[in-house]
């Protein structure tokens, strides 16, 4: 399996543009998870989806961050407008009922000027 | 609430000697305890997991972790560090049952090897 892919790797982008991070978890993995890291504040559980649910998604910022999952392979997190103060690194992890722990992308490096 | 503590910021160890990260956590039930590490520009990579049983467990890389229940502890050691275990280490903790549940982590340590 070839892990848990997200893309873009790296995004740069103005303020005020709509932004989407997207990745594709592990096939048959049934939790997916998406978490951003800063400098700041660690890492941070934005939200996460069970069978393509979403089941918490209170660490969500605000209303300009979304996130979607639309079938068991693919889930994006959208920011509409983006800020700069919304610069990190966005992980997004998989993994099948707990089991094993998590498995992470590596990370898309966002970047708002 | 669950949290997870982790008191070292920066650990500086020279090449060859024995590491002890520390974790304490503070969860209502059993947890799930879990050991990651980040290599720079990386996502982060499993290590170790304790669930139930034998309270040190054995991970990759040469990496053991003791499970303290008395003292809420999970650290992590290593008997001898390798300049490529530089990098930032992180505990985490989640719920036993209802697998798949969010888990919290800690805000990590930077490890850095002196050759």
């Known amino acids: 399996d070839a892990g848990v892919i997200q893309s873009p790797r790296h995004e740069v982008t103005e303020m005020g543009q709509e932004v989407t991070l997207r990745c594709k978890p592990i096939?048959?993995?049934?939790?997916l998870f998406w978490y951003r890291q800063t400098m700041m504040r660690g890492l941070e559980l934005l939200i996460y989806?069970?069978?393509?649910?979403?089941?918490?998604d209170s660490g969500m910022p605000e209303d300009r961050f979304s996130a979607k999952m639309p079938n068991a392979s693919f889930s994006t997190l959208k920011i509409q407008p983006s800020e700069p103060r919304d610069s990190a690194v966005y992980f997004c992890?998989?993994?099948?009922?707990?089991?094993?722990?998590?498995?992470f992308g590596s990370g898309t490096r966002l970047t708002v000027v | 609430a669950q949290s997870v503590t982790q008191p070292d910021i920066h650990i500086t160890v020279s090449e060859g000697a024995s590491l002890e990260l520390r974790c304490n956590y503070s969860y209502g039930a059993t947890p799930y305890l879990f050991w990651y590490v980040q290599s720079p520009g990386q996502g982060l990579q499993l290590l170790l997991k304790y669930f139930s049983g034998d309270t040190l467990v054995q991970g990759i890389k040469g990496f053991e972790a003791e499970f303290k229940r008395s003292q809420s502890s999970f650290n992590l050691r290593k008997p001898s560090v390798h300049w490529s275990d530089a990098a930032e280490y992180f505990c985490?903790?989640?719920?036993?049952?209802?697998?798949?549940?969010?888990?919290?982590f800690g805000t990590g340590t930077q490890l850095k090897v002196e050759l």
């Open positions: 096939s048959g993995h049934d939790y």
């Open positions: 992890a998989s993994t099948y009922r707990g089991a094993g722990g998590y498995t």
């Open positions: 985490a903790v989640g719920p036993a049952t209802g697998g798949g549940n969010k888990l919290t």
């Open positions: 989806f069970n069978n393509n649910v979403p089941i918490d």
